[in-house]
């Protein structure tokens, strides 16, 4: 099939099967790498990208239901997002494989009517090996502040 959608503010299309995951799509159709192969279940959330402003799990979305939508991956918050920034200042990452998807779990808490309001929960459904679990509640802290500083 045919598929036509939004990546990152950009009308792409790509030739793939029906039932072929989103995230082989965005990675294998698009070269779109950031956005991670982790268990293939929805569970460890490296492939989280936005679907709008909703975090959504790629391997969870076929072409068919992913066709006509507008998604966000990693690489659409170019580089200096005020989550990316407080990901490296403080320290977050070890082995970096799950930080694409927590940071896109992140901005889409960030962006929610209650910023810091549930960050443990909505981090819960993101397993990171290397246990960098308070860094990451901290990086939420941080660019909370750096968002609401560039919003004055």
């Keep these: 099939m045919r598929?036509?959608?939004?990546?990152?503010?950009?009308?792409?299309?790509?030739?793939?099967?029906p039932d072929t995951p989103l995230l082989w799509v965005l990675?294998?159709?698009?070269?779109?790498?950031g956005t991670k192969y982790g268990c293939g279940m929805g569970i460890c959330g490296a492939c989280t990208v936005h679907q709008g402003t909703r975090a959504v799990r790629?391997?969870?979305?076929?072409?068919?239901?992913?066709?006509?939508?507008?998604?966000?991956?990693?690489?659409?918050?170019?580089?200096?997002?005020?989550?990316?920034r407080a990901w490296l200042e403080e320290d977050v990452a070890q082995c970096g494989y799950c930080q694409p998807g927590m940071i896109m779990e992140a901005v889409a808490l960030l962006q929610g009517p209650s910023p810091l309001q549930g960050v443990d929960e909505a981090m819960s459904s993101h397993i990171c090996r290397c246990g960098t679990y308070d860094r990451i509640r901290k990086a939420i802290e941080r660019a909370r502040s750096l968002s609401s500083r560039t919003q004055r």
Excluded: M, W, Y
């Excluded at 990675?27 to 790498?33: C, E, I, N």
């Design 58 to 84: 790629a391997c969870q979305i076929t072409a068919r239901e992913a066709s006509g939508g507008s998604f966000t991956t990693i690489e659409g918050l170019g580089g200096s997002h005020p989550c990316q």
């Design 27 to 33: 990675r294998d159709g698009l070269d779109l790498t």
């Design 3 to 17: 598929l036509t959608l939004q990546v990152n503010g950009q009308s792409r299309s790509v030739d793939v099967e």
